[in-house]
């Protein structure tokens, strides 16, 4: 599945799928943040069958508001 990229709040992200055997991994990344964020989402309930896609995308952009993102440091 081809990745995903969005804006929410003035921050950039990416998305990158990739199948499991139990449904779907999803790594999310903020531009700039040294944090990858892996959302499993299982199969069962909650897909849309006709647009598997859409319902991943938007899951990965709701969880970004509850997921923290290390600031970046100096060294």
Do not use: K
Request: net charge negative; charged share 20%; glycine share 12%.
């Amino acid at each position: 599945m081809e990745p995903h990229r969005f804006e929410q709040a003035g921050a950039a992200y990416e998305v990158a799928f990739e199948r499991a055997p139990e449904g779907w991994l999803a790594r999310i990344r903020q531009d700039g943040s040294p944090t990858v964020h892996v959302v499993g989402f299982p199969d069962g309930p909650g897909y849309d069958a006709g647009d598997v896609r859409g319902s991943l995308v938007a899951g990965c952009e709701a969880a970004v508001a509850n997921l923290s993102w290390a600031a970046s440091t100096r060294h």
